[in-house]
């Protein structure tokens, strides 16, 4: 697996590569012949969504490539070894595309056949960049067969770093290169249908939140095939984008249909991926506070329990999500994103300007907050409190959402109103941590009692989790008298 960085150019048959020795020791070119088959569903779902998968021949790397969206100018590619077969996908790369695929078969769409030369900018024994300069030669599979030719060039990052690489880019336009039409060769090749995007007004309450909810979909699915490969934050980010959308969804609801079945089914996506995710949380958590106890307070095989334990548990739970992605249920959830963004339902308020419409959304989350915060500060009962006080940040949570959505459209206020909320949110956060810890310990060391085994450190453990908890809320007050009083600032910056 790496990250792909380069820059892609269109030159003319007759296109010259520029002397690039004053960017470094150029070597080569070195020429290979590199014939590729690429898949995709029937409707060309991988290529709609900036997904590539090829089996290539030739060259230094033959084998199988999956390039994933990464991040813009940036991808993440994923090679696995030759295969004699050119029908059947491994089943490795097969699982890292279901988010796109959702069942539906892969097969060879087109083939590209191209002949490379490679010339290396090197310094010293360090390779900075690789300049290919390609022919290509693209057929089309089925019903109606083409074959279509060009040449372009490509510019990849290796050992360098950006500055090196637009250097040489600057170079190659010079000499009459011009940046690539299409993000690669297959996209060139095919036909692929335009993403479905709901029709709004410009600069409409409608056009931002459609365009927000489509962001969230995209950073859910990029970070579907991570999840799969247990890569690190992966968990933590794509349950981010699904709590996001559902905070969209509620705070949003004028604007667009409520859907109440999909928050539902949002819902039960971060359920799934919360377990391994609170999981891989509080072992951490652990860990830190077992290495700052005095030795005699750490007795028994806690330190098996507390990590070797958990961590086994965290696997077993990245086996039900990993069961969970590639089910229907999920499948079906996907499909109905896709149509939010597609052909939602908008209410009457989203034809409205957005600077018009939108800063009362994000003064009403916030006020949600307040109404929460004030009705646990009647609830004198301890447990009823804690439950309370739990309400006001997922409140700040999605104010906290909101003000982000926003903060393009709204500006500098909507932007402070979000790390007001966050604030808020990440005080709160301390308290519900500590809170989970306790169970956790406490079920731990009825199973470490079970067995025999000493308890003492789970007691002493659980003692600064309690402690935790207790400090969090009476240091609570004081955050939310000095953010008070910075929200109103922030809510005025937001008046059209």
């Known amino acids: 697996m790496g990250i792909e960085i380069e820059d892609k150019f269109d030159v003319p048959p007759d296109y010259t590569i520029p002397d690039l020795s004053r960017v470094g020791e150029v070597v080569g070119p070195k020429t290979h012949t590199l014939v590729a088959l690429y898949y995709d569903t029937p409707d060309l779902r991988l290529a709609a969504h900036g997904v590539t998968l090829r089996r290539r021949r030739g060259g230094d790397d033959a084998g199988w490539h999956l390039k994933l969206p990464k991040a813009k100018g940036a991808r993440q590619e994923i090679h696995h070894p030759l295969t004699r077969s050119v029908r059947v996908v491994p089943d490795e790369l097969g699982e890292l595309v279901r988010a796109y695929t959702r069942g539906a078969p892969l097969q060879a769409v087109a083939e590209l056949e191209t002949r490379r030369s490679v010339t290396v900018v090197r310094q010293g024994e360090r390779r900075l960049v690789e300049v290919a300069d390609d022919r290509v030669k693209g057929t089309v599979f089925g019903e109606a067969s083409r074959i279509v030719r060009w040449r372009e060039v490509e510019a990849e990052l290796l050992d360098g770093d950006a500055q090196v690489l637009a250097k040489v880019g600057k170079r190659l336009r010079k000499a009459g290169a011009t940046p690539a039409g299409a993000s690669s060769k297959l996209l060139r090749l095919l036909d692929v249908p335009a993403p479905r995007r709901a029709a709004t007004d410009p600069g409409s309450a409608g056009e931002v939140v459609v365009g927000y909810l489509a962001s969230q979909v995209a950073a859910l699915l990029a970070q579907d095939p991570r999840v799969r490969r247990a890569e690190e934050d992966a968990v933590h980010q794509m349950r981010v984008a699904s709590r996001r959308l559902r905070s969209a969804l509620k705070a949003f609801k004028k604007i667009v249909g409520s859907g109440d079945h999909l928050q539902d089914e949002l819902k039960w996506l971060g359920l799934v991926l919360g377990e391994a995710r609170d999981l891989e949380v509080i072992r951490e958590r652990f860990a830190g506070e077992l290495s700052g106890l005095a030795p005699e307070l750490v007795t028994g095989p806690v330190l098996a329990r507390l990590g070797d334990g958990l961590r086994e548990r965290e696997a077993q739970a990245y086996g039900r999500i990993r069961a969970a992605l590639s089910g229907d249920r999920y499948y079906l959830l996907l499909d109905a994103l896709d149509e939010l963004t597609a052909a939602p339902e908008l209410g009457k308020r989203a034809a409205g300007p957005a600077a018009e419409e ?139």
């Open 358 to 496: 939108l800063p009362a959304v994000a003064a009403a989350n916030w006020e949600r907050v307040a109404r929460r915060y004030g009705a646990a500060q009647e609830i004198t009962e301890p447990e009823g409190h804690e439950t309370a006080m739990h309400d006001v940040r997922k409140a700040a949570k999605r104010a906290r959402y909101t003000a982000e959505a926003l903060q393009d459209v709204l500006g500098p206020g909507a932007e402070r109103l979000g790390k007001l909320a966050e604030g808020v949110q990440d005080a709160l956060g301390e308290h519900q941590d500590a809170v989970v810890a306790q169970q956790t310990l406490a079920e731990e060391a009825r199973a470490a009692r079970e067995a025999g085994e000493d308890t003492l450190t789970y007691g002493v453990l659980i003692g600064l989790e309690r402690a935790r908890a207790d400090r969090a809320l009476e240091d609570f007050p004081e955050v939310w008298d000095r953010t008070t009083g910075e929200v109103g600032k922030a809510l005025k910056k937001l008046a059209p």
